[in-house]
């Protein structure tokens, strides 16, 4: 295999756009043109979840190449629930890895907010057990919710726990001009007030409010290259190390012991096997922190923490930018925003600018391995990514 | 004679009782203040507003010109039984919420401008607004309609308003949607919080000065996104985005 590398990167604000799913697919890509100063790319890979049911838009990538004037390029969409983006990059990167392609195009992009809140919370849903889970209605939320409950129950993780994933998450967002939340929150003003229950009602049990991610649009871009397109740019070199991918049971309900992410273990472990590397030699890492119990979850499950031990650490200040690895630099899923064809090409450009020492105020210094955990499904789907900056 | 006319044109006011200041703990920890203003303070409030009439986001345009107007009309003297009440948060203004008394029984809600967005700021002012006519106006039902997506989740979902569509509504003459008496006190314990009385040198701060907000709600970057998706399929706008960007 031939190794990948970053060549550019884009993205628009995680928020709510007011353009057609086309142009906020189109948008990084330019944006990635003219980062990396390659004018084409043999071909295009879209991540995109709710073209076909939410916009009416399908064949995307058909669309997006054309409205780049990138054409003939060859183009795909990539739909794979929320970890589109990731399997996208994935597809991307064998493309190049192969030596079928040198350079690749790979954007992640979604435009939920076309619908109400309702109809997009149900077009997630979409992705659960059809008979199992779906039927019943079951929604991203509530499976989080019993899954928070059981983990609570089992490893003593608090509600103030979940609200310091938040508050954490938050604070990191205020210094990313391209987060959908840029709002600062306190303990006192969502658990301990009088009216923290009104500012921060139940949604899920016991999940609040802000225990969960916003509904967003946006689309980042990947440009994806070999070592010898590499060379003839100036940009920093680096590489897209490792990569896993995992499935669990579809149905949560039919796991052993639901509060283990078998696939995200799995996955972590495939891709730090890949770059070589152990989760104790990252320096920065985006997970799939969709609500806030998720994080804690997945922390552990990668082998930043040791089983049960994931909140402990959040209450050291381990996951905090200065911490011991720091976790969600951007915001995160939490306050970033969670675009969900989008969210994982969003995770891997912030880890892209983090290893290139472009975050600004939300750097975490001297970064040089990074790593994405993009969470499909309720965990039955999982893709892991990691990246190490080269000289 | 100007004073007899004046004195035509001028609705005759009841009085009405005043509205108990208030405040609430946000979620960023800030503590917000929510308080009546009297005619006096309405000139201070009207320069915030106006900004707001330029903002082509989420009906911020239409809602600030018609609050503009409604605190005018109070102003001067040109609608009958109006009340404002304001948030602030520092002194800050962050929020307007006005209404008007229709009779004894029922209100007419007039509108509720967030100047700052998120942290459920325009909630709770909506929230204390109702209080006002239910609690100390005592009145039995207010009618509301929304102008705004936000507006009518914030209203009709979260309050599950009844439907009084036989009635038009001041604003507009749009079908009314009513808060009964029963829907507040079922609201009362989730929606409508805040604690009395406030301490005394944050009313003090309140009322010293109104002061302007420090993020009030701004225009998406290009104001004609949403028509230019509906007009522009030929990919005009991508090659002015390029353009934009240097010329790739």
């Given at each position: 295999?031939?190794?990948?590398?970053?060549?550019?990167?884009?993205?628009?604000?995680?928020?709510?756009?007011?353009?057609p799913?086309v142009?906020?697919?189109?948008?990084?890509?330019?944006?990635?043109?003219r980062?990396?100063?390659?004018?084409?790319?043999?071909?295009?890979?879209?991540?995109?979840?709710?073209?076909?049911?939410?916009?009416?838009?399908?064949?995307l990538?058909?669309?997006?190449?054309d409205?780049?004037?990138?054409?003939?390029a060859?183009?795909?969409?990539?739909?794979?629930?929320?970890?589109?983006?990731?399997s996208?990059?994935?597809?991307?990167?064998m493309?190049?890895?192969?030596?079928?392609?040198?350079?690749?195009?790979?954007?992640?992009?979604?435009?939920?907010?076309?619908?109400?809140?309702?109809?997009?919370?149900?077009?997630?849903?979409?992705?659960?057990?059809?008979?199992?889970e779906?039927?019943y209605?079951?929604?991203?939320?509530?499976?989080?919710?019993m899954?928070?409950?059981?983990y609570?129950e089992?490893?003593?993780?608090?509600?103030?726990?979940?609200?310091?994933?938040?508050?954490?998450?938050?604070?990191?967002?205020?210094?990313?001009?391209?987060?959908?939340?840029?709002e600062?929150?306190?303990?006192?003003?969502?658990l301990?007030?009088?009216?923290?229950?009104?500012?921060?009602?139940?949604?899920?049990?016991?999940l609040?409010f802000?225990?969960?991610?916003?509904?967003?649009?946006?689309g980042?871009?990947?440009?994806?290259?070999?070592?010898?397109?590499?060379k003839?740019?100036?940009?920093?070199?680096?590489?897209?190390?490792g990569?896993?991918?995992?499935?669990?049971?579809?149905?949560?309900?039919?796991?052993?012991?639901?509060?283990?992410?078998?696939?995200?273990?799995?996955?972590?472990?495939?891709?730090?096997?890949?770059?070589?590397?152990?989760?104790?030699?990252?320096?920065?890492?985006?997970?799939?922190?969709?609500?806030?119990i998720?994080?804690i979850?997945e922390?552990?499950?990668?082998?930043?923490?040791?089983?049960?031990?994931?909140?402990?650490?959040?209450?050291?200040?381990?996951?905090?930018?200065?911490?011991?690895?720091?976790?969600n630099?951007?915001?995160?899923?939490k306050?970033?925003?969670?675009?969900?064809?989008?969210?994982?090409?969003?995770?891997?450009?912030?880890?892209?600018?983090?290893?290139?020492?472009?975050?600004?105020?939300?750097?975490?210094?001297?970064?040089?391995?990074?790593?994405?955990?993009n969470?499909?499904?309720?965990?039955?789907?999982?893709?892991?990514?990691?990246?190490?900056?080269?000289? | 004679?100007?004073?007899?006319?004046?004195?035509?044109?001028?609705?005759?006011?009841?009085?009405?009782?005043?509205?108990p200041?208030?405040?609430?703990?946000?979620?960023?920890?800030q503590?917000?203040?929510v308080r009546?203003?009297?005619?006096?303070?309405?000139p201070?409030?009207?320069?915030?507003?106006?900004?707001?009439?330029?903002?082509?986001?989420?009906?911020?345009?239409?809602?600030?010109?018609?609050?503009y107007?409604?605190?005018?009309?109070?102003?001067?003297?040109?609608?009958?039984d109006?009340?404002?009440?304001?948030?602030?948060v520092n002194?800050?203004?962050?929020?307007?919420?006005?209404?008007?008394?229709?009779?004894?029984?029922?209100?007419?809600s007039?509108?509720?401008?967030?100047?700052?967005r998120?942290?459920?700021?325009?909630?709770?002012?909506?929230?204390?607004?109702?209080?006002?006519?239910?609690?100390?106006?005592?009145q039995?039902?207010?009618?509301?309609?929304a102008?705004?997506?936000i507006?009518?989740?914030?209203w009709?979902?979260?309050?599950?308003?009844?439907?009084?569509?036989?009635?038009?509504?001041?604003?507009?003459?749009?079908?009314?949607?009513?808060?009964?008496?029963?829907?507040?006190?079922?609201?009362?314990?989730?929606?409508?919080?805040?604690?009395?009385?406030v301490?005394e040198?944050?009313?003090?701060?309140?009322?010293?000065?109104?002061?302007?907000?420090?993020?009030?709600?701004?225009?998406?970057?290009?104001?004609?996104?949403?028509?230019?998706?509906m007009?522009?399929?030929?990919?005009?706008?991508?090659?002015?985005?390029?353009?934009?960007?240097?010329?790739?």
């Amino acid at each position: 295999m031939r190794e990948v590398y970053v060549a550019g990167i884009g993205i628009t604000s995680f928020t709510r756009l007011e353009y057609p799913l086309v142009e906020i697919a189109a948008y990084p890509g330019l944006m990635a043109l003219r980062d990396s100063g390659l004018k084409k790319v043999d071909h295009i890979y879209v991540a995109n979840m709710g073209g076909g049911r939410v916009n009416g838009q399908t064949g995307l990538a058909s669309a997006v190449v054309d409205h780049l004037s990138l054409t003939p390029a060859g183009a795909e969409t990539i739909e794979n629930g929320p970890a589109s983006g990731a399997s996208a990059i994935k597809q991307g990167f064998m493309a190049v890895a192969s030596g079928m392609h040198d350079v690749v195009m790979v954007i992640g992009a979604e435009r939920m907010r076309e619908v109400n809140q309702l109809e997009a919370t149900d077009f997630v849903a979409t992705l659960t057990h059809p008979l199992a889970e779906y039927i019943y209605g079951v929604t991203l939320p509530s499976l989080a919710g019993m899954f928070a409950r059981l983990y609570m129950e089992k490893y003593g993780v608090t509600s103030r726990h979940l609200a310091m994933v938040a508050v954490k998450n938050h604070y990191n967002a205020m210094d990313n001009f391209y987060a959908h939340l840029h709002e600062e929150i306190t303990l006192e003003g969502i658990l301990d007030s009088p009216e923290a229950s009104t500012n921060n009602p139940y949604v899920a049990d016991p999940l609040r409010f802000y225990d969960m991610c916003p509904v967003s649009d946006g689309g980042a871009c990947l440009i994806l290259a070999s070592v010898e397109v590499m060379k003839k740019i100036n940009k920093p070199m680096i590489r897209l190390a490792g990569i896993g991918q995992a499935t669990d049971t579809h149905a949560v309900h039919e796991r052993k012991d639901p509060t283990d992410l078998l696939a995200v273990r799995e996955a972590a472990k495939q891709s730090f096997a890949m770059a070589g590397v152990k989760p104790e030699d990252v320096d920065v890492a985006e997970l799939h922190d969709a609500f806030t119990i998720l994080e804690i979850a997945e922390s552990e499950e990668v082998g930043f923490f040791k089983k049960g031990e994931g909140h402990i650490a959040l209450e050291k200040g381990e996951t905090k930018i200065g911490g011991k690895i720091p976790i969600n630099p951007s915001g995160g899923l939490k306050a970033k925003g969670h675009p969900v064809g989008a969210t994982g090409v969003g995770q891997a450009h912030e880890i892209v600018l983090q290893l290139r020492g472009e975050a600004k105020k939300r750097q975490v210094k001297n970064a040089k391995i990074g790593f994405t955990c993009n969470f499909g499904g309720f965990g039955n789907n999982v893709v892991c990514l990691t990246f190490i900056k080269e000289k | 004679m100007s004073i007899d006319l004046e004195k035509i044109l001028r609705p005759v006011d009841m009085v009405l009782p005043e509205f108990p200041a208030k405040y609430m703990t946000l979620s960023n920890g800030q503590e917000m203040v929510v308080r009546q203003v009297n005619r006096d303070e309405i000139p201070d409030i009207l320069p915030h507003v106006e900004k707001l009439m330029h903002v082509e986001r989420d009906y911020y345009h239409i809602v600030a010109a018609r609050v503009y107007a409604e605190l005018l009309a109070y102003y001067t003297h040109r609608v009958q039984d109006e009340y404002v009440l304001v948030a602030q948060v520092n002194g800050e203004i962050v929020a307007v919420v006005n209404g008007r008394i229709v009779n004894p029984d029922i209100g007419m809600s007039f509108h509720t401008l967030s100047m700052r967005r998120g942290l459920r700021v325009g909630a709770h002012a909506f929230a204390a607004k109702m209080e006002y006519h239910m609690d100390i106006l005592k009145q039995k039902e207010v009618l509301i309609v929304a102008e705004s997506p936000i507006g009518f989740r914030r209203w009709m979902i979260e309050y599950k308003l009844e439907k009084r569509f036989h009635i038009p509504h001041e604003l507009g003459g749009c079908p009314s949607w009513s808060l009964t008496k029963e829907l507040f006190d079922r609201a009362r314990n989730t929606l409508v919080v805040g604690r009395r009385p406030v301490p005394e040198k944050l009313l003090a701060k309140a009322h010293t000065a109104i002061l302007p907000p420090t993020d009030p709600p701004k225009a998406p970057e290009d104001l004609l996104a949403a028509t230019r998706s509906m007009l522009d399929n030929t990919g005009t706008s991508l090659i002015d985005m390029r353009r934009k960007l240097g010329g790739l």
